[in-house]
């Protein structure tokens, strides 16, 4: 999946000219995070990106914050 994703997470206006200011964050919003790892792999490569996991079961919250915990994102 990340492999798919990388090439659009590259902030631009749609003339390409803008780049993220000092503090800026890039927001995806997941849909059926499930254990997180997707949103983990992504987050380790891009500090620029803030990972919205969508999940509300509680098997899923806690796998998620475990796994981001674990990987320090």
Known sequence: MY???K???KPASKD???TLGLGEKLKVFE??????QHGVT???RHSEVLWQ???VSKRCIT???????MYNV
């Open 3 to 5: 492999e798919i994703l």
């Open 53 to 55: 996991p969508t999940d």
């Open 16 to 18: 390409g000219s803008k």
């Open 63 to 69: 796998a998620i914050n475990s796994r981001a915990k």
């Open 42 to 44: 992504v987050c380790e």
């Open 31 to 36: 849909l059926g995070s499930g254990s997180g």
């Open 7 to 9: 090439e659009h997470l």
